[in-house]
């Protein structure tokens, strides 16, 4: 079984089109991120979520809003799809914010092209 | 954001050990130093983190200088599978900060 799974994991799109990006864990952790991969492969937080209460918004765009409906889904809905936002994201965990050091496990990423 | 230095790539032959420096002359007290991984088309993966002394685990060992200025990742023989791109992250010791900030990494290709 996949640990962190997020679908879809190929996804092209219009500009101006809203979409979303569902992904699960089944770590039982308490802690879920996004991340994204731009295009010159640079790695950034987007989110974080611990037992379903935002706690890091990195300066996201409030297109992007993330959705906790429990501690074992972190979904991410983006409005009004720009160009820019065209990279890969990765949905994470992490056993529990508090417990410093713990491993962060990623899922295979959401490759999202927007034309 | 980013508080290490890594060289843009490095090679390596299969079957033989590499070493993968990481430069963080900034780093505080509490920061503890983290290795992930990703391979090609995947996500990061942890490879082993440590905060003062040096630590083995299955898939690596990690040197850390005395001063904790630099440390090197060692893959003591290395595969084909191991080609990816190495980070080397600052991890800070705070509830509301987690969060991993990876810099460019190093690029490693191995040969067969």
């Known amino acids: 079984d996949t640990a962190v799974s997020q679908t879809p994991k190929y996804l092209v799109t219009q500009m101006g089109n809203d979409k979303s990006i569902k992904c699960e864990q089944n770590l039982g952790h308490d802690t879920m991120y996004w991340y994204k991969q731009d295009s010159k492969k640079f790695l950034k937080i987007m989110f974080s979520y611990n037992n379903k209460e935002l706690i890091i918004n990195e300066t996201v765009p409030n297109r992007f809003s993330p959705k906790s409906p429990d501690k074992a889904h972190l979904n991410l809905h983006i409005n009004s799809l720009e160009l820019g936002d065209s990279a890969v994201y990765f949905c994470a965990s992490s056993q529990d914010m508090r417990t410093f050091g713990n491993t962060i496990y990623f899922g295979e990423g959401s490759w999202l092209t927007v034309v | 954001d980013a508080k290490t230095t890594q060289p843009n790539s490095m090679e390596s032959n299969e079957e033989e050990p590499v070493h993968l420096p990481c430069n963080h002359s900034t780093i505080s007290g509490t920061d503890y130093i983290h290795w992930y991984r990703q391979l090609p088309s995947q996500g990061p993966e942890y490879v082993i983190h440590?905060?003062?002394s040096n630590v083995n685990n299955r898939m690596a060992s990690l040197a850390i200088a005395e001063d904790r200025k630099s440390s090197t990742l060692i893959l003591h023989r290395a595969t084909l599978r191991d080609a990816a791109v190495y980070y080397c992250i600052l991890r800070f010791l705070s509830y509301n900060t987690d969060k991993l900030i990876f810099g460019t990494g190093t690029r490693l290709q191995v040969f067969p």
């Open positions: 440590g905060l003062t």
